[in-house]
């Protein structure tokens, strides 16, 4: 019998943009509100499953995004691409390290890899006490894994011209930075019940989902229920914006918990 711990469960610990949300020097109605919801980390997301924590994308919140969420235990990172906003927070993993006397498995595809290894040539040229301690395991759109015994199936998608992943796990799906996605890559979305996905603003992004753009993705794939995440303060107060989605359709806001039954 399936018990509430061993359900899936998705918290959006970060649903901003690379800026996060307010931004620097900002006094628009957005950067300005009171509401949480439009206070917004940068992007990330940690998978629960029993015992298991999976995270999404080690920005440069980690730290904050690990205490607030209460995070004691980590087990992997799953890497979507190297932009700053998604790797440059990896430092932030030795306090796990310490607590569990192992390295941080951290899942990449191999261009992702490099440049991680590039950016904390620290870690790797000269590892040592106090260090971060970092296994990179490197993985493709079309090669499922599995960790400690959940299936993860990456999604290759576009970000502009980069290609990148997303991550499919069971009835729920993590897409963010995303573009396009190929006919191909689309075919493993399809049948998602809960999907988390990116709108970045209203105007057009040459690298981004605008809200339009990722409504109507939403309506191709048609999950049961759909989030919407990586979000600038172009696109207007979150109370504002959840009474124009349709149905099915919310707002996702940092720490929301996404449960799947």
């Known amino acids: 019998m399936q018990t509430q711990a061993d359900r899936l469960k998705l918290t959006l610990l970060g649903t901003g943009t690379s800026q996060g949300v307010p931004v620097i020097g900002c006094s628009c109605p957005v950067c300005t509100s009171n509401d949480l919801r439009d206070q917004r980390l940068r992007s990330a997301a940690l998978l629960s499953h029993g015992d298991t924590n999976i995270l999404i994308d080690a920005g440069p919140d ?54 991680v290894r590039h950016r904390f040539a620290y870690i790797f040229d000269s590892p040592g006490p106090g260090l ?12 499922p894994l599995q960790l400690n015994g959940l299936h993860v199936e990456p999604i290759g998608i576009w970000h502009g011209p980069l290609p990148i992943l997303g991550f499919r796990f069971g ?13 191909d890559q689309l075919k493993k979305v399809k049948g998602t019940r809960f999907l988390v996905i990116n709108a970045l603003r209203r105007r057009p992004h040459p690298t981004h989902l605008t809200l339009e753009e990722a409504l109507a993705l939403i309506e191709e ?30 707002l996702g806001y940092d720490g929301l918990e996404i449960t799947c039954p």
């Open 62 to 115: 980690l730290r904050q995004q690990m205490l607030r969420a209460r995070v004691r235990r980590l087990d992997a990172i799953l890497l979507t691409h190297e932009h700053n906003d998604h790797v440059i927070g990896l430092d932030d993993v030795r306090p796990f390290n310490f607590s569990t006397g192992r390295s941080m498995a951290v899942y990449a595809q191999p261009r992702v890899a490099e440049a």
């Open 132 to 143: 971060p301690r970092i296994d990179l395991h490197l993985i493709e759109a079309d090669t």
């Open 171 to 183: 009835d729920l799906t993590y897409l963010t930075d995303v573009k396009a996605i190929s006919p």
């Open 221 to 250: 794939i048609g999950p049961e229920h759909a989030w919407l995440t990586h979000i600038s303060h172009e696109l207007g107060l979150a109370r504002h914006v959840e009474v124009e989605l349709p149905s099915g359709v919310s």
